[in-house]
């Protein structure tokens, strides 16, 4: 199978030649990798340059954008930029953070579970994180959910769902749109990822809204915002998270927001979220 890679970065150099290293190391090669320079201030962009040298199927895009790093839509926009120096002959596309070491094969496992079956639509592996010398499981989500960070799409799945959403909540609508219309979302355990920045370390303060803003976007509804951001505050063992997310979710209903989903898909997300909920509490 061919894909394609599409890597926005701010300001990652860092950690983006460890990426670009894993990459160059994949047992299944990218047919082209695309590195969008968002608005870095630092030497990202010699770094990316560097690899060029050596690699014809790697390319670079500058992207004027804000500095200031917001979650959702400053990444997705960058991707876009990406997106749009592409042509469609790929089988699957690949959204991919600029601070991760992928195992050698993750990108033939991928490829290998999209030929499994024509209705996968997704597929993705599981972010460490290191902690106290060991990489250990950045637990911040289902395992039945894929990460932002390094997002397979089939293109047929990526066409329907429309692209990605530059909005808060794009890496679970594009999952919870895949459901809608018939795809499986696939994560496999056995490919682990080393995520070297923990997720929304460089997000502001003026950011902490935003996550219940996304579920108000989503079409959850309070009820299932409610036990939502209960759980994910609790996951990231900061309870008065859970203040910010409701406040964040009353403040864009308050300001009737448009929702990133139709009436009927937010029908079928909620009660696809309501599902879960339920056989997690009778499982």
């Given at each position: 199978m061919h894909y394609y890679l599409i890597i926005p970065a701010h300001n990652e150099a860092q950690y983006i030649a460890l990426t670009l290293q894993s990459i160059e190391a994949q047992t299944l090669p990218a047919r082209k990798i695309v590195v969008v320079n968002d608005h870095s201030t630092d030497e990202t962009e010699e770094i990316v340059n560097s690899f060029i040298q050596r690699n014809p199927n790697l390319s670079l895009v500058n992207n004027i954008s804000e500095a200031e790093h917001q979650p959702g839509s400053k990444v997705i926009?960058?991707?876009?930029?990406?997106?749009?120096?592409?042509?469609?002959?790929?089988?699957?596309?690949?959204?991919?953070?600029?601070?991760?070491?992928?195992?050698?094969?993750y990108f033939e496992t991928i490829a290998a579970h999209f030929q499994s079956d024509s209705k996968i639509g997704m597929v993705g592996g599981f972010a460490y994180i290191q902690k106290n010398d060991q990489w250990i499981l950045e637990n911040l989500t289902d395992k039945d959910h894929i990460r932002g960070a390094f997002k397979?799409?089939?293109?047929?799945?990526?066409?329907?769902?429309?692209?990605?959403?530059?909005?808060?909540?794009?890496?679970?609508?594009?999952e919870l749109l895949a459901k809608f219309y018939g795809w499986k979302v696939v994560t496999d355990e056995t490919l682990k990822v080393k995520h070297l920045k923990p997720?929304?370390?460089?997000?502001?303060k003026t950011a902490r809204f935003k996550q219940g803003e996304a579920f108000y976007s989503l079409g959850y509804g309070f009820w299932i915002t409610t036990i939502a951001s209960a759980k994910l505050a609790m996951m990231k063992k900061k309870p008065l998270l859970f203040l910010d997310y409701i406040r964040g979710f009353w403040k864009a209903k308050s300001a009737?927001?448009?929702?990133?989903?139709?009436?009927?898909?937010?029908?079928?997300?909620?009660?696809?979220?309501?599902a879960k909920m339920k056989n997690k509490v009778f499982r």
């Open positions: 926009r960058a991707f876009q930029k990406g997106l749009d120096t592409l042509d469609g002959d790929y089988d699957f596309i690949v959204k991919l953070d600029a601070d991760l070491i992928l195992p050698a094969n397979a799409y089939r293109k047929a799945c990526f066409e329907q769902i429309g692209g990605l959403k530059p909005a808060m909540g794009w890496d679970t609508v594009d997720t929304g370390a460089s997000y502001n009737k927001k448009p929702l990133l989903v139709t009436e009927e898909q937010a029908k079928f997300i909620r009660s696809y979220r309501l």
